[in-house]
Nanobody, 123 residues
Framework: VQLQASGGGTVQAGDSLRLSCAAS????????VGWFRQAPGKEREFIAA????????IYADSVKGRFTISRDYGGNTVYLQMNNLKSEDTAVYYC?????????????????WGQGTQVTVSS
């Protein structure tokens, strides 16, 4: 299983970042892929997910209109474009592969978790 998240960093409020999640073909090409995040002292929360075809997407209310999830043509790299970042977006962001082809916001339906990438937004 290969699931590599990257693109995190430290930015100021209002800035943008794009996270990438690179998966091996066997890991994610026919599966939904999502992003979750965990801030210090808080539980992990769902952010966004995309189905294997790339046409089905779901978002947490807290990021709707600011974040966009997409995946490349081969389906093995998933992106999370984050615009108008806020201090409350500060967290470790994890990509995750669903057990099915559909996008999911439920952690119990995740088959694989990637390592996290830190996003820090200063106000």
């Amino acid at each position: 299983v290969q699931l590599q998240a990257s693109g995190g960093g430290t930015v100021q409020a209002g800035d943008s970042l794009r996270l990438s999640c690179a998966a091996s073909k066997r890991t994610a090409s026919n599966n939904g892929v999502g992003w979750f995040r965990q801030a210090p002292g808080k539980e992990r929360e769902f952010i966004a997910a995309i189905g294997w075809r790339g046409s089905d997407t779901i978002y947490a209310d807290s990021v709707k209109g600011r974040f966009t999830i997409s995946r490349d043509y081969g389906g093995n790299t998933v992106y999370l474009q984050m615009n108008n970042l806020k201090s409350e977006d500060t967290a470790v962001y994890y990509c995750a592969v669903s057990r099915s082809s559909a996008p999911t916001s439920r952690a119990e339906y995740i088959r694989y978790w990637g390592q996290g990438t830190q996003v820090t937004v200063s106000s």
